[in-house]
T-cell receptor, first 115, second 111 residues
Framework: DAMVIQNPRYQVTQFGKPVTLSCSQT?????MYWYQQKSSQAPKLLFH???????NEADTPDNFQSRRPNTSFCFLDIRSPGLGDAAMYLC??????????????FGPGTRLTVL | KQEVTQIPAALSVPEGENLVLNCSFT??????LQWFRQDPGKGLTSLLL?????REQTSGRLNASLDKSSGRSTLYIAASQPGDSATYLC??????????FGKGTRLHILP
């Protein structure tokens, strides 16, 4: 089945130790998103790619970076995690065709714990 | 700046009842509005997508409507079941490519 896969599902890191979260998709969608969701809050968009075109949200901290080496994969790098970065990180994909965004599909998420 | 509000924040109803969840947004310049379901500790499952040119979408017991001019969407769930218990989120994709989520409605269906 076509899907969005996130690895790892659970990540524990130490304060200040860089961490990379990965997302892959078999949907061949041209748009990929990274969201941060803290407990009992709405998902917050960090950035998205339209093909290789990177779009950063204005309030996304510089501590968060992303790479999309090809259509299928997208990575979220947190350069120096702080305690406030502990959250669920959600990857999603969509297609943008004929001037419209289509349905977003989400992965299961990676829960990040910062010690 | 787009703001998305969902009312109520939480809702408990007996099994078998029909119910309506509400989503409102402040900027009508949107590509689409999408409804999701989220179970505790899980990712989001897409329920229905309504493009800006559409008025409603239906899938099984679910029906979502969109009134772009008034900035409102509703999700109607017919004949609710205990398995419908989850948090329901709406998200708006704006013409500026920004996606804004509401805080969700926590739904509990009482057996």
């Amino acid at each position: 089945d076509a899907m969005v896969i996130q690895n790892p599902r659970y990540q524990v890191t130490q304060f200040g130790k860089p961490v990379t979260l990965s997302c892959s998709q078999t949907l061949n969608h041209n748009v990929m998103y990274w969201y941060q969701q803290k407990s009992s809050q709405a998902p917050k968009l960090l950035f998205h790619y339209y093909d290789k075109d990177f779009n950063n949200e204005a309030d996304t901290p510089d501590n968060f970076q992303s790479r999309r080496p090809n259509t299928s994969f997208c990575f979220l790098d947190i350069r120096s995690p702080g305690l406030g970065d502990a959250a669920m990180y959600l990857c999603a994909t969509s297609s943008f065709d004929w001037g419209a965004y289509n349905e977003q599909f989400f992965g299961p998420g990676t829960r990040l714990t910062v010690l | 700046k787009q703001e998305v509000t969902q009312i109520p924040a939480a809702l408990s109803v007996p099994e078998g009842e029909n119910l309506v969840l509400n989503c409102s947004f402040t900027d009508s310049a949107i590509y689409n509005l999408q409804w999701f379901r989220q179970d505790p500790g899980k990712g989001l499952t897409s329920l229905l997508l309504i493009q800006s040119s559409q008025r409603e979408q239906t899938s099984g017991r679910l029906n979502a409507s969109l009134d772009k001019s008034s900035g409102r969407s509703t999700l109607y769930i017919a004949a609710s079941q205990p398995g419908d218990s989850a948090t329901y989120l709406c998200a708006v994709t704006g013409r500026d490519d920004k996606i804004i989520f509401g805080k969700g409605t926590r739904l509990h269906i009482l057996p």
